[in-house]
């Protein structure tokens, strides 16, 4: 499925922004849905480590350029979680 992309850091950044966030709306529903998964923020950092997967295998595949965009990605959203734990409390 992922072996015809172009090797571009745009659509590693893409990838990386779009699998987590699908994965996180699902865990953020889950999270407000059911008490005992109100304190779960494990499960947000999962949704999260998802990427480490994905860059692995594209950094298999030899296609550095997506792999450095899903890291570039990882950080966005390791932002995104540090900004929303920081409010949180």
Do not use: E
Not at 1 to 26: C, E, H, W
Not at 52 to 63: E, P
């Amino acid at each position: 499925m992922f072996n015809n992309l172009k090797n571009s850091v745009f659509i590693g950044l893409g990838i990386g922004a779009f699998v987590p966030g699908v994965l996180l709306t699902g865990v953020w529903y889950l999270m407000h849905r059911f008490t005992f998964l109100a304190k779960a923020d494990l499960l947000l950092i999962g949704c999260i480590a998802v990427n480490a997967i994905l860059m692995h295998h594209f950094f298999k595949q030899d296609k550095d350029n997506v792999g450095r965009g899903i890291i570039s990605a990882t950080f966005l959203w390791a932002f995104v979680f540090f900004f929303y734990k920081v409010t949180k409390s």
